[in-house]
């Protein structure tokens, strides 16, 4: 059974720290990793990782994905007020569909 | 606004009463997904359509459930006989089809279901 599990649960930080998010994951016909943040509403869409090793930035998120390990990181520089929200990595399965496998999620609060 | 939209965003229903949601993908998108969200966990997949054909369904979607998409447009979900587990947030994702072998989704409001 895919499996996929993000890790803290939930992180308390004060603007200004940079945090580091983690995912492991276990899931069959892996094809790529999706992130996203879910504030009180729909996920909106970060980031996208196909191929091990390649940082993707955008700002002052950045992320990458180890598929020899079976994890990526999401990492946050200075960050401020509005980032507070839950993180999602979703699996997708290389399949027509590309399915997504969510995990519970990390729920960041970021402290003023 | 030419995001993904779902119609209504809120239901309150009382149990064993039929429920029937609507969304309406980004019209240039050929795929189509509903999930359902309980609160603290992540979307699970309940099923997914390539325009108007259903191709995965989950084992978590029961019989009481059938979603369509007939003219590869919207897609509505029907909950037949709803019971309060299904109390959840349905949510609805819209995805390109192309020559890129993945690509993101993208999420609608989504549809917040309270059974009393």
């Known amino acids: 059974e895919d499996k996929v599990v993000q890790s803290p649960l939930s992180l308390v930080v004060h603007e200004g720290d940079t945090v580091t998010l983690n995912c492991s994951y276990e899931?069959?016909?892996?094809?790529?990793l999706l992130w996203y943040k879910q504030e009180k509403k729909a996920p909106t869409f970060l980031f996208m990782l196909t191929s091990s090793g390649i940082e993707k930035k955008s700002g002052r998120l950045s992320s990458i994905l180890d598929k020899k390990e079976l994890f990526s990181i999401l990492n946050i520089t200075a960050t401020q007020t509005g980032d507070s929200a839950v993180y999602l990595c979703a699996p997708a399965k290389n399949n027509a569909g590309n399915m997504l496998t969510f995990g519970g999620g990390t729920r960041l609060m970021v402290k003023p | 606004d030419t995001g993904v939209s779902q119609n209504p965003r809120h239901k309150i229903t009382k149990r064993g009463q039929n429920v029937t949601f609507r969304c309406d993908p980004i019209?240039?998108?050929?795929?189509l997904y509903w999930y359902r969200q309980t609160l603290g966990q992540g979307p699970e997949f309940l099923t997914y359509?390539?325009?108007?054909?259903?191709?995965?369904k989950s084992r978590l979607l029961s019989d009481r459930f059938s979603a369509e998409r007939p003219k590869g447009s919207f897609s509505t979900l029907e909950i037949q006989r709803t019971e309060q587990g299904d109390s959840a947030m349905y949510l609805c994702a819209s995805s390109p089809e192309g020559r890129r072998s993945s690509y993101e989704q993208y999420f609608g409001p989504g549809t917040r279901l309270t059974v009393t």
């Open positions: 359509f390539q325009n108007e054909a259903q191709l995965e």
């Open positions: 019209s240039e998108h050929n795929r």
């Open positions: 899931v069959t016909n892996f094809r790529s």
